[in-house]
């Protein structure tokens, strides 16, 4: 393995759109040697687009065999080393309570919950070996909540919290600093899909009106910034306190406040 450099190395997973891609050019622009994974690979190239020799675009599915350990060992073979690990990639989907299916509980837990944990493992182990590291896994309000028609991804959240705090234990006399962060409701592609099928499945037609609810809800009265959020994301990976591991940061402008 290489020196360990001073030029120090990030991966975000999901990074082909959304809050990941917002992520991986914050990190970009502040010199960070940025690796992005994703299974849509015209998504990360865009996210990488003038930037692509700093950075490392890894296609595939991290759901596969494997697919975790090899992705952060493709990381240490171009780089060395791995100083920040943000597991950002997710999927969700809606349907009522009494109509689950194993296909939506599968796929949800498949990337959400199995490729979160062994990735924050592999991961874990060469920041172990390098003597320091820092993770941050992203969950949501959900995961905290009662919702019939989105229990797989609730759940799913819910054992992301599970890991985080079982991963900071396990990492932190090591140095590496493990924390988690809740975003808001923000107008990504999987926040829309979500709020389209919850409308269908409420019998809602007048699909603003019902958009406009559930923003009202929040008590600032606004939805989150894509990139108020991913900013905070990268002080996490980057720059919060030492002190601070097994946190579940609030960026819901109050939604998720019990
Ligand atoms: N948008 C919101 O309002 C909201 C709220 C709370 C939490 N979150 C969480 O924030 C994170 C980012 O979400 P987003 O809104 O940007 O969603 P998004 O759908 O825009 O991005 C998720 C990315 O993950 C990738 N992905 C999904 N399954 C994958 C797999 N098996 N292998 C590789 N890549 C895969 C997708 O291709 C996509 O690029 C997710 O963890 C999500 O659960 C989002």
Redesign the pocket.
């Known amino acids: 393995m290489a020196e360990h450099s001073d030029k120090q190395t990030a991966l975000v997973?999901?990074?082909?759109?959304?809050?990941?891609?917002?992520i991986a050019r914050i990190l970009i622009a502040r010199g960070i040697r940025t690796a992005v994974?994703?299974?849509?690979g015209n998504?990360?190239a865009e996210t990488v687009q003038g930037h692509e020799t700093e950075t490392l675009v890894l296609v595939?599915?991290?759901?596969?065999e494997n697919?975790p350990e090899n992705t952060i060992q493709a990381v240490i073979s171009e780089w060395g080393q791995l100083d920040a690990l943000i597991?950002?990639?997710?999927?969700?989907i809606v349907e009522p309570f009494l109509e689950m299916t194993r296909t939506a509980w599968q796929?949800t837990l498949?990337?959400?919950v199995v490729?979160l944990a062994l990735l924050t493992s592999a991961g874990g182990r060469v920041m172990k070996a390098a003597g320091g590291g820092r993770i941050v896994n992203?969950?949501?309000?959900?995961s905290r909540m009662a919702l019939p028609d989105y229990a797989a991804?609730s759940a799913?959240?819910a054992a992301?919290d599970s890991i985080t705090r079982a991963a900071a234990v396990s990492l932190a006399p090591f140095g590496v600093l493990v924390n988690s962060l809740?975003?808001?409701?923000?107008?990504?592609?999987?926040?829309s899909?979500?709020e389209e099928a919850m409308a269908r499945i409420g019998q809602r037609s007048d699909i603003e009106a019902f958009l406009a609810e559930r923003t009202a809800r929040i008590p600032l009265g606004r939805?989150?910034g894509?990139s108020e959020?991913a900013r905070t994301v990268v002080w996490l990976a980057l720059d919060s306190p030492d002190y601070m591991i097994a946190e579940r940061l609030n960026m819901?402008g109050g939604l998720d406040r019990d």
């Open positions: 997973t999901g990074a082909a759109g959304g809050m990941g891609r917002e994974a994703d299974v849509d998504g990360l595939g599915d991290l759901t596969g697919a597991n950002n990639a997710g999927y969700a796929r498949g990337i959400n490729a992203i969950t949501s309000p959900a991804y799913s959240k992301v809740a975003p808001g409701m923000m107008d990504t592609e999987m926040q899909s979500t939805r989150a894509i959020v819901s």
